[in-house]
Nanobody
Framework: QVQLVESGGGLVQTGGSLTLSCEAS????????MGWYRQAPGNSREMVAR???????SIADSVKGRFTISRDIAANTVVLHMNELKPEDTAVYYC??????????????????WGQGTQVTVSS
């Protein structure tokens, strides 16, 4: 099964920067998309940024212009560069991976994978 290992969370002051990294392991098959989601206490999990293997990039409006995402498809890594951080960016950030698999002549199925989450806290 696919495992996602995250690193880079921590405490930073308003206006500062953090970089989150994630590496997927445990598969020899193509991962269609990788990205980052976040969840603050009492809120639902929301998409921050994601990239597909076809090159499509999605960035949440709340972080557009401040965050960038990069992906190394061959290495199965994704990196979120977080700049100009604000207190409202405080959340647990989760790495995400999406994979389509077909076993033998069976149907192709979508699988979603999640990291354990890393805390990002932005102080005012």
């Amino acid at each position: 099964q696919v495992q996602l290992v995250e690193s880079g969370g921590g405490l930073v002051q308003t206006g500062g920067s953090l970089t989150l990294s994630c590496e997927a392991s445990g598969t020899n098959f193509r991962i269609n998309a990788m990205g980052w989601y976040r969840q603050a206490p009492g809120n639902s999990r929301e998409m921050v940024a994601r990239k597909t293997s076809g090159g499509t990039t999605s960035i949440a409006d709340s972080v557009k212009g401040r965050f960038t995402i990069s992906r190394d498809i061959a290495a199965n890594t994704v990196v979120l560069h977080m700049n100009e951080l604000k207190p409202e960016d405080t959340a647990v950030y989760y790495c995400y991976a999406e994979q389509y698999l077909q076993y033998g002549s069976g149907p192709e199925r979508r699988y979603d994978y999640w990291g354990q989450g890393t805390q990002v806290t932005v102080s005012s």
